[in-house]
């Protein structure tokens, strides 16, 4: 079975503040992919980023970067002088490739980043 | 390009109702999901489509739930009858093809409210 796990269950944060979200995971599955959403307050979930299990290479988007470290069973994302329009609940998501595991995406119990002005 | 549409946006029904959710995906994505979010717990799975066909029902929690996907366009999740746990948020998303196609795009939900 897949688990993800979102431990902070809240994040508040001042403008400009760097923020790390964290998220672990369990699978049984060899191979996989991670995945980071958002969803501001609007509802709808925005995607982030998708990373391969077998690619550990660390990746940065303009002031976002995700550390995944699968000796740890972890895909942590980093916010760098966070702004109030980072203001979202962010969840972590996995899934199977297709010739090994499900599509369907596990998710966490997301994390609710406030940043204040 | 149009992202994934869902109608209604928000829908309220009394238990033992009907209501049927839709899901318009990205043009040409051959995968369409559906998950749902009830209150205070994880988005979970409810099933897939590869064009018409189910891929994985395995989420569907009981069979008050149907869905179909005639064609292989849009999308509907009918709840007859509608009972008080099946309130929540209902989300749709859709994937390609191509090694892209495990990114899901995903539409703003139906909040479904049953009393």
């Known amino acids: 079975a897949q688990k993800v796990t979102q431990a902070q269950t809240e994040i508040s944060v001042v403008e400009k503040e760097d923020v790390t979200l964290d998220c672990v995971y369990e699978?049984?599955?060899?191979?996989?992919?991670l995945f980071w959403y958002k969803q501001p307050p609007s509802g709808e979930l925005v995607f982030l980023i998708r990373?391969?299990?077998?690619?550990?290479q660390n990746e940065i988007s303009g002031r976002y970067s995700w550390n995944f470290q699968k000796s740890t069973s972890s895909f942590n994302f980093t916010i760098t002088a966070s702004q109030v329009v980072d203001s979202a609940v962010y969840f972590c998501?996995?899934?199977?490739?297709?010739?090994?595991?499900?599509?369907?995406?596990?998710f966490g119990s997301g994390t609710r980043l406030q940043v204040q002005p | 390009e149009a992202g994934v549409t869902q109608f209604p946006s928000h829908s309220v029904i009394e238990k033992g109702q009907t209501v049927t959710l839709r899901c318009d995906p990205i043009?040409?994505?051959?995968?369409l999901y559906w998950y749902r979010r009830v209150m205070g717990k994880e988005i979970k799975f409810l099933l897939h489509?590869?064009?018409?066909?189910?891929?994985?029902e395995s989420g569907m929690p009981n069979n008050r739930f149907l869905a179909e996907r005639t064609g292989g366009t849009y999308s509907t999740l009918k709840v007859q009858p509608a009972e008080l746990e099946d309130s929540g948020v209902y989300f749709c998303?859709?994937?390609?093809?191509?090694?892209?196609?495990?990114?899901?795009?995903f539409g703003p939900g139906t909040r479904l409210t049953v009393t």
């Open positions: 998303a859709s994937s390609g093809r191509t090694v892209s196609s495990y990114e899901q795009y």
């Open positions: 489509f590869v064009k018409e066909s189910k891929q994985d």
């Open positions: 043009s040409g994505h051959d995968n």
């Open positions: 990373r391969n299990s077998f690619d550990e």
């Open positions: 998501a996995l899934s199977g490739l297709k010739y090994t595991g499900r599509r369907a995406l596990t």
């Open positions: 699978t049984r599955d060899t191979t996989y992919y």
